[in-house]
């Protein structure tokens, strides 16, 4: 069998290979024990937010993110799994993948993982229970663009990427240092899943790891961390559970790849 066969076999998953891209079918949890070495973790997992108490949370993505909750919404409103963990059960769970991803995750590698104002602290804590060094926080500014609930409340305008490394962190030979706050508004006609991010946004992350390096993403949505690897010459590794943005992920790098 082949390296491809092997992994589908052994952790019951489907793989499609595009380019210098694996896209993978599967849980994570089941995926990620059978991968190989990576140069950098990027990451966007569900946030499982939305709410204050467990009756919010358990919602659909769809009544929880998008305003109104109506199925007549924009085609990128199509709903996912994994978003409907209570907060003590979804720390739970981000150590576990976490400390998975870990032992992937190549000495001094960077790892990058998206949240919003309610994981926050949640989020700080698994990580560094995963394993890893926590070294800080990148707030995404989403601009004025961003919605607030109503007036007399501050906009929701930024999330933030949680980042650290794999052990000690070495001088960078490749770049950096690199800006401590983005700022990149989301174009709706642009996303092609519910909370994709921003390819240009991505494109500067993805910059933390090594030139040709390997960007593992275990929540690919849509693959905009995939299509900023790509664009930027390094490969990629995604794993989605959903079969619906699988399929969306791998047309995305197709059409990347034919205007490469």
């Not at 891209?21 to 089941?30: E, K, P, Q, V, Y």
């Not at 937010?49 to 085609?75: F, I, T």
């Not at 870990?102 to 698994?126: E, K």
């Not at 010459?233 to 959903?242: A, K, L, S, W, Y």
């Amino acid at each position: 069998m082949n390296e491809k066969q092997v992994l589908e076999q052994a952790a019951n998953c489907e793989v499609r290979v595009i380019g210098g891209a694996t896209l993978i079918r599967g849980d994570a949890l089941r995926v990620l024990p059978h991968l190989s070495q990576v140069d950098a973790l990027i990451t966007d997992p569900p946030y499982s937010s939305g709410g204050m108490v467990r009756s919010d949370r358990m919602q659909s993505p769809l009544q929880k993110y998008v305003q109104g909750g109506s199925s007549e919404a924009a085609a990128h409103n199509v709903n996912f799994s994994g978003d409907n963990r209570d907060q003590r059960s979804w720390t739970f769970w981000c150590t576990a993948w976490l400390s998975l991803a870990r032992q992937l995750l190549r000495p001094g590698g960077y790892s990058m993982v998206f949240t919003d104002w309610r994981q926050l602290p949640a989020l700080t804590d698994a990580f560094q229970s995963g394993g890893l060094v926590w070294r800080g926080l990148v707030p995404w500014d989403k601009t004025n663009s961003s919605r607030a609930p109503h007036k007399g409340y501050f906009r929701h305008q930024c999330e933030y990427v949680v980042w650290g490394s794999n052990g000690p962190l070495p001088v960078a030979e490749h770049g950096g240092p690199w800006p401590g706050l983005v700022s990149q508004r989301v174009d709706h006609r642009e996303k092609l899943h519910m909370t994709g991010k921003p390819v240009e946004m991505m494109g500067q992350f993805v910059q933390a790891a090594p030139p040709g390096g390997v960007v593992l993403d275990p929540f690919m949505g849509s693959a905009s961390t995939g299509v900023a690897a790509i664009r930027s010459g390094r490969r990629f590794i995604g794993i989605e559970q959903d079969a619906h943005y699988l399929d969306v992920a791998c047309r995305r790098l197709e059409r990347e790849l034919c205007n490469v």
